[in-house]
């Protein structure tokens, strides 16, 4: 559901890899697809359909898997309306939702229809966050003190062209603030600040960039911040601990597929390239899960909501409008932190 960047260049390649790597999760028949925003012609190796009614008459919804990757603001209409035709087993694009009230709308479908819902999260399957988790929890640095994560690439034209998602909130932040709450644990919302986005006389209102402050209840303090302006792509995670620093690099895009690792403890510096096709992971776990006995994804489903539940926090912090004449000045200041 949903066939624009996410549906076509992302989950649809990685479905095929992931159909590769383990065939026996997955049938043979062609990939389904439709958009509830446009009318997609006939695709190379595709059925596309005009619908949810008619991609349920063209398989069989109690045994697929339907890929949400709508923009976020229509998620709960995407998913109760897939339930309404018997579909059980759901990959949902992060964010799950866009604010609490969404994310109500979810949870109470979720019971209703006795949904699976998998989030998808490949930073959480991925070998760089497995290594930088065995150096928190292993304790040879140290206790843990802070986390660093920035998420910046420059996504001018998408936020320019349409808003698919509300706020830069939306856009890499979800994937950040659930590295932290894995790394860390539980947190709570200490500080948050929004950005518009701004090209000469445009202005789009809070997609230039957000930051967000946590405090774990493990006494880690998190700094977790995008910009959507910068020149370059990175995706960088930074943890001080007492004896020494870890900072990991996850693969900016689906070009490649590894990641890296720099440990320094008493003054030496080891580097790690790991290979890291997390998304390929992920989406493998997630159908293996879904052939399992109950809702193997429960507890991923809670994190997630967790998440969200963060991130609202965090937009209601910064919710006040930029004043026009100081907008400009606010961005700049914003982006030179």
């Known amino acids: 559901m949903g066939f624009g960047r996410g549906g076509a260049d992302l989950h649809l390649p990685v479905l095929a ?31 596309t359909a005009a619908g949810v009614a008619e991609a349920a008459a063209l398989l069989d919804p109690e045994d697929a898997v339907a890929h949400v990757c709508t923009p976020p603001t229509v998620r ?73 994560i920035v998420q910046n690439k420059p996504r001018f034209r998408r936020s320019l ?31 948050a600040a929004g950005f518009d986005l701004v090209v000469g006389d445009v202005v789009v209102p809070r997609m230039g960039g957000a930051r967000i402050g946590l405090r774990h209840n493990s006494g880690v303090r998190a700094e977790i911040s995008s910009d959507l302006m910068s020149p370059v792509r990175e995706r960088r995670v930074t943890i001080t601990f007492d004896h020494g620093s870890a900072v990991g690099h996850y693969a900016v895009s689906a070009d490649d ?26 989406v493998v776990r997630a159908y293996q899960q879904f052939r399992g006995t109950g809702d193997q994804h429960a507890r991923s489903f809670a994190f997630a909501t967790d998440v969200v539940q963060l991130l609202s926090v965090a937009k209601n912090i910064c919710a006040e409008p930029v004043v026009p004449e100081v907008r400009g000045r606010a961005a700049v200041a914003a982006r030179a932190h």
């Open 76 to 148: 709960a209409e995407v998913i109760g309306e897939l339930a309404e035709h018997g579909f059980r087993n759901l990959v949902v694009e992060k964010p799950l939702a866009t604010d609490t009230d969404d994310l109500a709308r979810v949870i109470r479908l979720r019971r209703k229809h006795g949904l699976r819902i998998a989030v998808v999260e490949p930073w959480l399957t991925s070998s760089l966050t497995a290594r930088l988790t065995e150096l928190v929890r292993g304790g040879a640095l140290g206790e843990a003190r802070s986390i660093a």
């Open 257 to 282: 597929d590894h990641s890296q690792l720099t440990v320094t403890r008493n003054g030496r510096r080891e580097h790690h390239v790991l290979r890291d096709d997390s998304l390929t992971e992920w």
């Open 161 to 191: 062209a349409r808003s698919s998602h509300p706020t830069a909130f939306d856009v890499e932040l979800p994937h950040g603030v659930g590295l932290a709450l894995r790394l860390a644990g539980n947190a709570r919302v200490t500080h």
């Open 17 to 47: 890899r992931a159909r590769a790597a383990a065939r026996q999760l997955f049938g043979d028949q062609p990939v389904v697809v439709c958009d509830p925003s446009r009318v997609l012609g006939a695709r190379p190796g595709l059925v």
